[in-house]
C-alpha cells in the first residue's frame, strides 16, 4: 500500500520519472520481464514494454502482462469458449485492446478480429496499440454498432471511454459516430462466418441484437457483457439489458451464465447456435 500511495502522489505532482522508476523495480521484484516503462505524452497514458508486449493504462500499475489480459478474458468473455486457431472472431466495444491481443495470438495467422470501437479517443488508442503490438491479423473499425445505419452520439468522459452510453440525442460533452447493425457489418465485410461474438458496449447490446437477425446462422457462439450490475447498483433504466438480450438470444441459442458472486461476470451471456454442430464441443 505504501508503495502504490508514493507510485501516486509521484504521479500526480508530474514527477514521472520517480514513478516510473518504482513501477521498474516492482516489475523486476515479481519477476516480470519488463524492458520499458514510459508515460506517453501525446496518448496521456502510460506505456510498458513486457517481454515482447506493449501495453498501455491510464494510472501506474504492475499488473499488464500477457498472462494477466489472458487470464481476464478466460474469467470473462473466453469463460465458456475460448478463440482457437484460425477462428473469426467480431470483438464489439474493443476499447483500448487488451483482450484483442490474447484474442489476436489465439486465433493465430490464419484467423482473424474484427475489433470494433465506437468512441474516437478509445479507437485513436486502440489502433495505436494493434500497430506497436504488430497485431497484423486485427482489422479496426471506429463504429458504433446499433439496430441500423446512422448516427449516435457517444458521451465524452475525456479517458478511455471505458463506460461510455449511447444516445440518439445531443447534449453535453459528446462524439457523433457513425452507426451501422451487425447485419450491415457482417456483410459489408463480406464475412462467412463468426466463432465468437464478442460484445461489451455499456447498455447498447440492446440495441445490437435488433439489428443481427438477418446474420443469425452465420454466428456460432455469442458471448454478450449486460449491465445490469450498473442498474443494480443505482444507475438509470437504461442499463438493465439482459431480458431483453436473452429474450431475443434464446430462439437461436442455448444460454449459459456463470455463477460466480462477481455481478460483472454473472452478467455475461454466453450462447452457443443451435445450428452449431460442434456446438458440445465447449459445453
Known amino acids: ?120 479517443r478509445t479507437f485513436g488508442i486502440l489502433a495505436y496499440f494493434c500497430k506497436k503490438n504488430h497485431l497484423a491479423n486485427v482489422n479496426i473499425f471506429q463504429l458504433a454498432i446499433t439496430e441500423k445505419a446512422g448516427h449516435v452520439f457517444i458521451d465524452d468522459d475525456g479517458a478511455y471511454g471505458v463506460q461510455n452510453s449511447i444516445s440518439n440525442r445531443a447534449g453535453g460533452a459528446q462524439f457523433k459516430v457513425e452507426s451501422i447493425s451487425l447485419d450491415d457489418f457482417i456483410d459489408g465485410n463480406s464475412i462467412a462466418y463468426v466463432d465468437l461474438l464478442k460484445v461489451n458496449i455499456e447498455g447498447a447490446e440492446q440495441f445490437l441484437v435488433k439489428g443481427m437477425s438477418k446474420s443469425l446462422f452465420k454466428i456460432r457462439r455469442v458471448a454478450i457483457s449486460c449491465h445490469d450490475f450498473r442498474f443494480n447498483a443505482g444507475e438509470s433504466e437504461f442499463y438493465r439489458t439482459r431480458e431483453n438480450v436473452v429474450s431475443f438470444l434464446q430462439k437461436h441459442f442455448n444460454i449459459f451464465y456463470q455463477k460466480s458472486g462477481d455481478p460483472v461476470r454473472d452478467n455475461y451471456v454466453y450462447g452457443v447456435n443451435k445450428n452449431c454442430t460442434n456446438a458440445s464441443s465447449f459445453i
Open 1 to 120: 500500500m505504501a508503495i502504490s500511495t508514493l507510485v501516486k502522489f509521484c504521479d500526480r505532482v508530474g514527477i514521472h520519472w520517480v514513478a516510473r522508476s518504482i513501477i521498474f523495480i516492482v516489475y523486476l521484484l515479481k519477476g516480470k520481464k519488463i524492458k520499458n516503462v514510459k508515460f506517453n505524452a501525446q496518448l496521456s497514458l502510460w506505456e510498458y514494454q513486457v517481454g515482447k508486449s506493449f501495453f498501455l493504462t491510464q494510472e501506474l500499475s504492475w499488473f499488464s502482462s500477457d498472462e494477466y489480459y489472458l487470464k481476464t478474458l478466460q474469467r470473462y468473455a473466453g469463460f465458456f469458449y475460448m478463440p482457437t486457431l484460425g477462428d473469426m472472431v467480431i470483438d464489439v466495444g474493443a476499447g483500448v485492446g487488451e483482450e484483442v491481443q490474447p484474442v489476436a495470438r489465439l486465433v493465430g495467422p490464419t484467423g482473424k478480429v474484427f475489433a470494433i470501437e465506437a468512441n474516437p
